[in-house]
């Protein structure tokens, strides 16, 4: 069965500090990926997706980068994070096809003080 | 891309009374409309979903109508308990851009 790895679950971080999330997923190839933000009391933004190694799609010019260096491996980064990043983001995968539910990783709370 | 637009933002309703929500897109080629469900602190998870080519589709007390003339989908929850609350996203995937858009969500309450 397939499974998605979404670390840390939780995160403080100073502002100007770099960052990087990972995810990964297990028991499936080539899906399409996906990074999504919620801030607090929001919708679902998406960030980022991916349809396959080294493809990305940026869908919201920022301090964000992303980056999927294996098939089932993607990386949310920055360089210097902003208080205007915190929020809760949320990997995400679905088949390659795309048009099937797409499933959340457990998502990761960034607190930027 | 695709802009995927949901109303109320926020609904409350009484236990045992009906819910909808509706949703509108753009994208024409957008050809499946998952609708999930998110409690507080955790993941949005699938409810249902709707392809297409079905203009309605039911699964006990919940049910999604889909016009794709209007380009706008409803979710329909009956018989609302306690536990029905929660944030409702809908969304749609774009064919041409392969790519899965949210709406804004709904906050929705039941009142016992």
């Known amino acids: 069965s397939q499974t998605i790895h979404q670390w840390p679950a939780t995160l403080v971080q100073p502002v100007g500090s770099p960052l990087s999330l990972e995810c990964t997923v297990e028991g499936t190839s080539n899906p399409n990926l996906y990074w999504y933000r919620q801030a607090a009391g929001r919708g679902l933004q998406l960030l980022f997706y991916?349809?396959?190694?080294?493809?990305i799609s940026s869908e919201v010019p920022q301090n964000l980068s992303a980056s999927r260096p294996q098939d089932r491996q993607f990386i949310l980064s920055s360089k210097k994070l902003l208080l205007s990043d915190s929020g809760f983001y949320l990997c995400?995968?679905?088949?390659?096809?795309?048009?099937?539910?797409?499933?959340f990783g457990q998502g990761t709370r960034l607190t930027v003080v | 891309g695709e802009n995927v637009e949901q109303h109320p933002s926020t609904l409350s309703v009484q236990e045992g009374d009906s819910a909808v929500i509706k949703c509108t897109y753009s994208d024409s080629a957008s050809n499946y409309f998952p609708w999930y469900k998110q409690e507080l602190g955790k993941r949005p998870q699938l409810i249902i979903d709707i392809r297409s080519n079905v203009g309605e589709k039911k699964d006990q007390r919940i049910a999604v109508t889909l016009n794709k003339t209007a380009k706008h989908f409803s979710l329909h929850i009956t018989e609302t308990q306690p536990e029905d609350s929660a944030v409702y996203f809908c969304?749609?995937?774009?064919?041409?851009?392969?790519?899965?858009?949210f709406g804004s969500g709904t906050q929705l309450t039941v009142l016992p």
């Open positions: 969304a749609a995937f774009s064919g041409s851009a392969r790519q899965l858009t």
């Open positions: 991916s349809v396959g190694i080294g493809q």
């Open positions: 995400a995968w679905s088949i390659s096809q795309g048009n099937t539910e797409a499933f």
